[in-house]
């Protein structure tokens, strides 16, 4: 790992950390479904997807997940995060590895993934597949919340790319 590469890891981290606690002071977007989150800290683990490699963003995913889950009071929310991070987290990497075109179709993926990973862990701590009826809406939340978190990593890295041939042009 180069410093640079250590020190643009940190920074996404304390990006996607800011963003998660930020993120669970406000309200819930919708009362019923309590749970249910636009998934802020998600953009910071997408972008290191993007610049640095699945290894750099894997290890934001989960410390982002372990941190926020440790200081928010409900420990067992690592496990639902986790659960719904690395399932997300895998569907964004294979359809970046195929070649998906567009930022924001990614993150739509990954939102719909996140949300089915969080579903599967509480049927397996429940034992109860009537959850499952949950994902309707979960599902539908995960596509929108995340093509808009896509459309957001889409600008930021448009931006920063923009800021980087300007550098190179002066």
């Given amino acids: 790992m180069t410093a640079k590469k250590a020190a643009q890891t940190a920074v996404l981290l304390a990006v996607a950390l ?3 606690f930020l993120e669970n002071m406000l309200p819930p977007i919708f009362p019923m479904l309590p749970y249910a989150r636009i998934g802020l800290g998600n953009a910071a683990v997408l972008l290191a997807l993007i610049w640095l490699g699945v290894p750099y963003a894997a290890s934001i995913l989960v410390l982002k997940c372990v941190v926020i889950g440790l200081f ?6 690592i496990l639902y995060s986790l659960g719904g991070g690395a399932l997300s987290f895998g569907a964004m990497t294979l359809l970046l ?3 998906a075109n567009g930022v924001p179709a990614v993150s739509a993926a990954g939102g719909v993934m996140h949300n089915v990973g969080q579903v599967l862990v509480a049927m397996a701590f429940t034992g109860t597949a009537g959850i499952a009826v949950l994902l309707v809406y979960l599902a539908l939340f995960g596509l929108v ?3 808009v978190i896509g459309v957001v990593v889409y600008f930021v890295d448009l931006g920063v790319k923009r800021e980087k041939r300007g550098e190179q042009d002066a």
Avoid: F, R
Avoid at 72 to 77: D, F
């Fill in 97 to 99: 590895k195929l070649g």
């Fill in 72 to 77: 928010s009071g409900a420990p067992t929310m």
């Fill in 145 to 147: 919340a995340g093509a």
């Fill in 18 to 20: 800011i963003l998660g």
